[in-house]
Each structure stands twice: as C-alpha cells, then as structure tokens.
DNA sequence: CCCACTTCGGACTTTTCGTGGACAAAGTAC
DNA sequence: GTACTTTGTCCACGAAAAGTCCGAAGTGGG
C-alpha cells in the first residue's frame, strides 16, 4: 500500500447510504418509492441484473408480486411490482385498564378481522389474557396467510427484552407476568411489547398522513399521556418509556390528591378520571370517560366544559412540551381526544397563549389518524416495523435458501 | 428461482448493522471498541483478510497509526493500532453576543490553541468577522496539519444548509449574511454552521463522559435555552432550531415586558439579562451576565439570591421537559449554570417538586463536561462528527484512490 | 534452554457477488 | 411495416471478500 493523502477538501458525501439487499428493495416498494425494476435500479444505482436477481428472490418467497403493466414511455412497459399485503398477517392486542382489543391486519396495517370487549377495571392477567387467547384463535380461524407477529400494548411501563411489564401502577398484578406463555395456545409467533401511548403515536408514523417529521401526539383518556416523534424517530417509548405529561404538578392543584399518591398533579384537574368525578359530584351519571364524551357530544353543556377545561389544562403544560421539540403537527388522541373540536378548543387556547409565537405560528393539531382503533393500529405497526424491516427481511431470506 | 416459502417464525436479526467499511473500522477504533486487527475482525465479522486491507488503506492514509504491541494472551500479541489524532485539526468559532471564541483543536476534540475577545453588543458581521478571520490566521501558524473544516456557533436560529443565520434577533444585522467568504484568507476548509445551544449541547456528546443516552441541557446565560439528546442523537438542532425555553409564558409574570415583544415570558424572570437589571435596579454595579456571576461567587447575597431564584423558574419550567423526556441527566451550562451548585440549588427545588417521582428517582444534574468551552468544543464536534463520519472517511479514501 | 502451544497477521487460492454487454420482448412513433 | 425506445434476462468477466496456509512472535512447561 503506497502512501496516499487521505486529505482532499472538497468531498461530496453521497446523499442518503440507499439500502441495496433485497429487504431494502422491499422497503422502496413498500414505502411507493419504486414501482417497477427500473425504478428499484435508479434509486439504489444497482445494475440491472442485480435487481432482477433481489426481485426474483423477494417473488419467489411470495413478498413481491407481479403486478399487471405499467403504461409505456415510448419503450416496453415495465412489469409492476406490488408488495403482497397478504403474505401475512399480524396480529395487535391493545389491553387498557376496563377493555382489551384484539385485531388481525395484513401486512399494510389494514384491520381484516377485530373485535372489542370490556372487562373488569383491575382484572389480573390471569383473568385477561386467557380470554384474549381465546378470542385471538377464534379470529385467526379461517385466515391462512401465517402470523408474523403479536403486538401487545399495556398502560404503564414495558420491557421489551423480557415481554414483561415492570411498572404498571394502574395495572394490579401485571408486573413481571410473562405474558407470551399466555398466547402459545392461539399462536406462536413471536410477542412484541409496547407501552399504550408508545402504540398510539406509533400509529401516526404510519399511515399515509404527512404529518411532519416532529410530532407530539397526546393521548387524553383516563390517564394522560405523550409520546413524542422527532426526526421522524419515536423518541419515547423505545425503551418502554413513556412522557409523565400527567403527572407534572401544576398551579392551583396543590390540595388535590392524584392516584399516583402525589398532591398537585396535572392528572387531578385535567385526567379523564377527575373529570368523571367531577360531573358525578355535579349529580350525573357516568362510569367512564366515555360516558362524559357521550354526554359532551350530546350537547350536555356542563361536560362540555370539562372537556374544555381538560383540554386548557393539558395545554398549559403541552405548551412547554411545544416549546421544547417544534412539532409540526400536535395529534390528539385518547377517548377525550375523540371529541377533537371540542377539546383541541380548550387546548389551542393555552397552547397559543403560553408558547413562543415563532413556534406555534405554523403549529396544526389533528386528531389520531386512526380513530378509536389508534393503539391497536400501534400494535400492528410495532409488529410489521420490527419483522418487515430490512435486516429481518434479509435474514428470513437467508435462512429459507440455506434450508432450501 | 424456485419456490421457497419466506415464513420461518424464528429468525434471529443480526444485533447492529455494523458498518463494514475502512469508515466503520475507523469509528470502531476510535469509539476504544476495537483496538487491533483482531478486535476489527471481531466486531465486524470481516475475515481477517477484509479488515488488513481496510486498516492498510487507512495507516496509508495517515488516521491510523500502527502502536506498540499489546500484551499478549498467550500467542503473539497483537499489533495496537490508534487513531492518529494530529492526521488533522479543526476550527471552532463561537460567537456570542459580547465576546468570541477561537480554538484550534485535534481530531480529539482536545484544544490546541485558543482566545476569547470581547467585543462591542450589536456589531455586525463586517465588524467582527475580519477580526475573527485574523485571529484564526495567526492562530494557524505554525500549525502543520491540514484543516478539516470549520464549525461556527451563532446565536439565534442557523440555516445549516446556506450557511446563514435566519433568525436572531439578539444579533442585528447578522440574518441572510453569508459567513464563509470573511474567512477564505485565513482558510478554505469546508464550514459547519450551527447554534450556540445546540454546540453546548453536542459538546455533550463528545467527551468521554457517560451522561446516558437521554440527556437534557440547558444553557443559561444571558438568555435561555435548551437541547435534547434523544436514544444518543442530538434531536433539536439538526434543523438549526432550539428549544425555545425562554419564550414560555409562566405564572407570576403577566406584567413584565420580554426582550421577543412579548408578556410574561420565562425570561422576564429567569435569564441572565432580566437577573442583571434587578441586581442594578437594587444599586449595584453590573454590566453583564458574569458579573452577577462573580459577584455570587464572592458571596454577595442579593447576587446568590437572584442565581437561585433564576434556576428555581427555570426549574418550573424543566420539570416538563424532564417528565417529558426522562433524561437520565440534566446538564446546566452558560455562564449562569457556571456558578453550579448556587444555581442548580434552585433547579433542582423545583424539579423534584414538580417532575413525577418515578422521573427524578435517578435524575442527575451534572455541569457542562468542558465548562466555560463547551461551546466551542461543541463547534469542533461538529466538524469532526461530519467530517470524520464513516460516510465521509470513505468518500475521502475513495477521491484519494481514484486520484493516484 | 528448548519445545509445544497459542494467537496474530500476511500471502495466496477459491468463491461469491455485482457489473456490463448482448439479446429477446413488448410497446410507441411515423 | 419499420425504426426506435425501454424493459428484463442471460452470460462472461472482474473485483472483493472469504477461506487456507504459513511464518512470526509471544507464553509456559519440562
């Protein structure tokens, strides 16, 4: 080796490292960057043959489908490419506190068949999950295309690595519980666990909505939650983490006492639950969240300004938050969050008054892409990033051509 | 290509996609993961083959040299290579609203010569620039290596991209002006433009300090701000904007007039300049931010009193941020965080107030890692981190191969 | 002190992988 | 119908990485 100078100022650094294994053509195909072989050769730069031999790969294990011609440009059409959305399926499995669902959704995170069911506020797990696995192997009956995974989202704290949760507060008797063990009768693909906002703002990455590539995404239920999107990454929640927006203290809360045992919290004047028992102390009736959103939408004036005054108080603090990262877009979620106009009112409201106009001059607020369904979307998402995801598409490959 | 079925549930994914390029073995062996050949092999799963010829092109290079041997484990010992930290050196200029840094520095980070001139509050870039262009003249003589680049910190919101300060209305006259033509005489290298806040903040970054991956720092000075670290990335920033942590609208302060035009402001009640008009309103004598600094230090008691004061709002406001983003450290710098234990006194009073209990169980505070340059530390790491990116490394090997 | 044993690193051989050209296919333009 | 354009496959060539062999340079036991 003759000694080169390595030093030669200008030097342009190719534009984004492109991917070029099969799972990275995938991935162009699936995000709508390529459509044909062509496509695939210009975006990556990789020869023709190349392409043809990644591509016959991906159709031969059945991700890549041969779609009908696209229209000519003066030459031969070229053969369309379609990601096969049936390859397989995922399954999401969203447990809250009073209700768990379960979906199955093909591989664009489309939901094929689901369904919803309440049970009792403080159920354990062994009360819970035997029923989801039941449920679950009703649902997958008649579907053929294999499992790829199970997404599982819980309120609280989660340990990806040992599929455990590790500080649920509001889940009695869910710490440490191994919970694949549970599922093993229905399916055995491989368990994915996430926290329940993580999942609802992993929702919003996906879908098709430009959304921008900072997010703040608050989930207004009974409790309150925020998960954060920066650089089009999910900041928060990657390690089962998610932001405490509810659990802030705030002005003019110092008497009342949280759930969480601390005087003062955000949660005692703006959570889903301290609205609930302020409009039952106010002579209604209502049990959940729900109810007080049912009424609001109603026209029930005195839920109404709960709502609004919910939303207000999460906005003084959300303000801070705004401040903080320059979100493009603030997605409101969560049971109060689906009565959008009428919460996001209270929330404009203090965002607007508290934040630096230079941040809040372009600032739109949207409600959850996915509606009701947001979390379990999450569920799916989690799922079909980890095992749809470049590195897990080549190793699949690898793995089914040594086998062949 | 024949049929072979993709689905095999259990597939193992290779942990990180480590980089297998003469860039990637260089970081490996500058990150102290890898110290010889052997240990390249390892990491990368290169053969041995592979990774002698990366490691010849980059000794060839000059960024890696070949050390003494390292002591054995019972065969022949392995030839220690280390990472020539003077194949190059880079520039920091921070520029502030009264003075000016300069700092030549090693590929370390480590500074080899430096100053610091006031100058007048308000000048232009005609006034200062030259000047700064000068200094750094003299500062390179005498310096043989070849200038990789030049980082240069503003205040205000930056344009990485046209190499323009935007938006910074603490220094007029600055916004659209293109900065690297005043430096051409004093060298050509490529420049790196980024914010103040945001320097301090990747100043952070480097060093050998392990802060966490999650990391929070605020800059207090004569203004306020704030960067992330997010999963080990600088999240604000990249873009050329800060979190605006000044600019928050607080209790207790609807009458005062911010220096943005606005009512109520942090500001008015936490930074340096608002703390610098109280202490002179009450009789004493101070011109800048360090002086009421100093006079803390000395133990002037209404001066202690502001310091505390000012980090006890901030500390309101931080709370937010903290259960937000559950940074296992905050780092407070700025000429105020320099008096750490009288400012972070008042931070953390009202941190551990406010923030949830689960949040500050293991929260450190911890003062800027290269104190009074950190700032400029943080110039040099940019430039580093760009130019020495395996990206960048392997471009650069590329232009020198294809030139001989 | 000598000799097995271990580990490292370089030279050589083999294999894999991607490129580039030739060629067939399938359309458009005139 | 013919020339032209673009797509996709097949195949030979070349580069790059893996694998193999061997000498070098240490440790440790007899």
Chains 1, 2 share one sequence.
């Not at 959850?368 to 590195?391: K, N, Q, R």
Request: net charge negative.
């Amino acid at each position: 080796m003759d000694k080169v100078p390595w030093f030669h100022p200008p030097v342009s650094i190719s534009p984004g490292p492109v991917e070029t294994t099969a799972g990275g053509l995938l991935a162009l195909v699936r995000s709508g960057e390529a459509a044909t072989r062509a496509d695939l050769g210009r975006a990556t730069g990789l020869s023709r043959s190349a392409v043809s031999q990644r591509v016959a790969a991906l159709v031969g294990a059945g991700l890549l489908v041969e779609g009908g011609g696209v229209a000519s440009t003066g030459g031969r059409p070229a053969g369309a490419l379609a990601f096969n959305v049936d390859a397989a399926v995922v399954v999401g499995i969203a447990v809250g506190r009073s209700r768990t669902q379960v979906g199955v959704f093909d591989l664009e995170g489309r939901e094929i068949v689901g369904d919803t069911r309440d049970h009792e506020v403080g159920s354990g797990p062994d009360e819970v999950m035997p029923d989801v696995a039941e449920r679950l192997r009703t649902l997958l009956e008649g579907i053929e295309p294999p499992v790829l995974g199970i997404g599982l989202s819980l309120p609280g704290t989660v340990d990806p690595e040992r599929r455990v949760s590790v500080d649920a507060p509001v889940m009695k008797g869910w710490d440490g519980v191994p919970l694949a063990p549970y599922l093993t009768g229905a399916c055995t693909a491989p368990l994915h666990l996430t926290n329940d906002t993580s999942a609802l703002t992993r929702s919003e990455l996906f879908g098709p909505a430009p959304l921008g590539s900072d997010v703040l995404v608050v989930k207004a239920s009974t409790g309150l939650g925020i998960g954060v999107i920066a650089d089009g990454r999910l900041v928060n929640g990657s390690r089962g983490v998610t932001g405490e927006l509810g659990h802030t203290r705030v002005e003019g809360a110092d008497e009342l006492l949280c759930r969480c045992g601390a005087h003062g919290c955000l949660e005692t004047v703006a959570a889903g639950w301290a609205m609930v028992n302020r409009l039952v102390e106010g002579g209604a009736e209502a049990r959940h969240v729900r109810d007080l959103v049912g009424l609001a939408l109603d026209g029930d004036p005195v839920a109404r300004s709960l709502l609004r005054e919910s939303g207000r108080r999460v906005g003084e603090v959300l303000a801070v938050a705004v401040n903080l990262l320059h979100p493009q877009t603030v997605v409101v979620g969560g049971d109060m969050g689906s009565a959008f106009d009428l919460y996001t009112a209270g929330m404009r409201e203090s965002v607007y008054a508290r934040a630096a106009g230079s941040v809040t001059r372009d600032l739109r607020f949207a409600p959850a892409a996915h509606g009701d369904s947001a979390g379990l979307v999450g569920c799916a998402a989690l799922v079909i990033d980890h095992e749809l995801s470049p590195a897990a598409v080549d190793a699949r490959l690898r793995a089914a051509r040594a086998e062949a």
